[in-house]
């Protein structure tokens, strides 16, 4: 059974520019979070998706936006980068219901210079 | 805000010795705690995990103890490999609506010496 999928795996972009990072979630899971990872910050909670809805959020700017198609693949976006924006994203997944375990993918190294 | 910490930063054991990793947590309200191990360069990868109604999960070679009076989750390993070098993270789920976010401690490195 495949696990969480995402691409691309290492990226770099230009300040200002913005960019999008795609997650496939484990079969048959249909809650999809998102995660940034920093060496000061640690992992923060960016926002989670079910059923193409979004049903939570994290502190973050309105830079970053997400979305969930029909299928449970997930997008992530994050517009007018800046240099902070630099981090590890960590997409996640999870069976519907809250207590369900959730399964992290190897993520997307992001370099914004 | 509440969040979850880790008492020490690093651990450094010999290989065969048993290691114990522990974490605080703030919120009354948290219902379910996983931990997880993120080696270099990868994602978290789900260890165990536990929920408020336990005390104590035993998995292959990890237990973890929950002590909900003090608040205080902690992770021990039995007869530690070199394999399991990594950074290894609690994290606790706050309840309510809170779906899919999961509050995450800082981590502690450990580093198993042959």
């Known amino acids: 059974k495949a696990g969480v999928t995402q691409t691309p795996r290492y990226l770099i972009k230009t300040r200002g520019q913005q960019v999008t990072l795609s997650c496939s979630p484990i079969?048959?899971?249909?809650?999809v979070s998102w995660y940034q990872q920093t060496p000061g910050q640690g992992l923060q909670f960016l926002f989670e998706?079910?059923?193409?809805?979004?049903?939570n959020k994290g502190n973050f700017p309105g830079r970053f936006s997400g979305r969930q198609f029909s299928n449970s693949r997930s997008e992530m976006n994050v517009s007018t980068l800046e240099l902070g924006d630099s981090a590890l994203y960590l997409c996640?997944?999870?069976?519907?219901?809250?207590?369900?375990?959730?399964?992290f993918g190897e993520g997307s190294w992001l370099t914004v210079v | 805000g509440e969040s979850v910490g880790l008492h020490l930063p690093t651990l450094s054991v010999q290989e065969g010795d048993n290691s114990i990793i522990n974490c605080a947590y703030s919120?009354?309200?948290?219902?379910?705690f996983i931990w997880y191990k993120q080696e270099s360069g990868k994602g978290p990868q789900f260890i165990i995990d536990?929920?408020?109604?336990?005390d104590k999960r035993q998995g292959q070679r990890v237990t973890v103890l929950l002590n909900k009076t003090v608040k205080h989750l902690s992770l021990q390993i039995a007869a530690t490999q070199p394999g399991d070098s990594a950074v290894y993270f609690c994290?606790?789920?706050?309840?309510?609506?809170?779906?899919?976010?999961?509050?995450f401690g800082q981590g502690t490195i450990l580093t198993v010496h042959p």
């Open positions: 996640a997944s999870s069976f519907f219901r809250r207590g369900n375990t959730i399964y």
């Open positions: 079969s048959g899971h249909r809650s």
């Open positions: 998706y079910f059923s193409e809805t979004q049903r």
């Open positions: 919120n009354s309200a948290s219902d379910y």
């Open positions: 536990i929920r408020s109604n336990m």
């Open positions: 994290a606790e789920d706050a309840g309510g609506t809170s779906y899919g976010k999961l509050t």
